[in-house]
């Protein structure tokens, strides 16, 4: 898995791409999001767009990452869910705890 | 042994979530020989690495002496996969359910709730004392054809 970031009107924004299924690259994306928090970040979108798959490590991660804003008053937020993400977000009810966008733009505007 | 044992039909890992993407190539090249439709490939791809991920973590407690084996094969009209880890089981029942409003927050707990989901049959065989054994069955259509 590959990530890239980028920062746009005060939102932080993450590019995962690959699958996350645990393991290395299930690492690289929970250590990237709270690496940002710890630099103060308070409004974070993750761009799922190009995330094949993912699985309940994945959630967890995305879980994570809200709590962890959430607590310090900050948010998480999502953009570009595809259908299988979007699939496993309703199986698990998480559908009902994330604010998803159909795209980065409207991520952004939303805070 | 530090690296995977792959045989035509199996897979067998040491306890360590580094050889998940061993795990997930090794089911994917198999599952598009059987001919599986990619969407059917990706939610049986999503529940064995639930399954194996609980077999390495919670079954294996990490210890790399103890091995996760998948077994994958086409019977008919479905493909099943056996997945065993070497761990001290567990009781199944005991699972909390991770869509009850106290547990939707939780990190963790959703592997065999995403798998049972995902697929169209899912037999858990273990207790407390006794290696875990899981058998995993999906309906497909050959995409091939």
């Given at each position: 898995m590959k990530i890239t970031d980028f920062e746009k009107d005060g939102v932080a924004v993450l590019e995962p791409k690959g699958k996350i299924m645990g393991g290395p690259d299930a690492t690289m994306l929970h250590d990237r999001l709270h690496e940002l928090i710890e630099h103060g970040k308070k409004k974070v979108v993750i761009d799922l767009s190009r995330v094949e798959w993912m699985n309940s490590t994945g959630l967890g991660i995305l879980i994570s990452?809200?709590?962890?804003?959430?607590?310090?008053?900050?948010?998480l937020k999502l953009a570009n869910v595809t259908d299988k993400i979007q699939s496993l977000l309703t199986i698990t009810k998480l559908v009902t705890v994330f604010?998803?966008?159909?795209?980065?733009?409207?991520a952004i505007k939303s805070f | 042994m530090k690296e995977p044992i792959?045989?035509?039909?199996?897979?067998?890992?040491?306890?360590?979530?580094?050889?998940?993407?061993?795990?997930?190539?090794?089911?994917?090249?198999?599952?598009?020989a059987f001919g599986v439709e990619p969407s059917a490939i990706a939610d049986i791809a999503i529940s064995i690495t639930e399954i194996v991920n609980n077999g390495i973590v919670h079954g294996n407690k990490l210890k790399p002496e103890k091995l996760v084996t998948v077994?994958?094969?086409?019977?008919?009209?479905?493909?099943?996969?056996i997945i065993t880890d070497e761990g001290n089981g567990f009781d199944?029942?005991?699972?909390?359910?991770?869509?009850?409003?106290?547990?939707?927050?939780?990190?963790v707990g959703r592997g065999i709730?995403?798998?049972?989901s995902?697929?169209?049959?899912?037999?858990?065989?273990?207790s407390p004392g006794s290696a875990t054994r899981v058998i995993l069955r999906k309906q497909i259509q050959d995409f091939s054809v």
């Open positions: 990452g809200l709590t962890t804003l959430r607590n310090c008053q900050g948010e604010d998803a966008f159909d795209s980065v733009e409207d | 792959v045989t035509a039909d199996c897979i067998k890992i040491p306890s360590s979530q580094e050889f998940l993407p061993d795990v997930d190539g090794f089911i994917e090249a198999k599952l598009r077994e994958i094969g086409r019977k008919d009209s479905f493909v099943e996969i199944p029942d005991q699972v909390e359910s991770p869509i009850e409003d106290k547990n939707l927050l939780k990190e709730f995403i798998a049972k995902l697929m169209d049959f899912v037999e858990i065989t273990s």
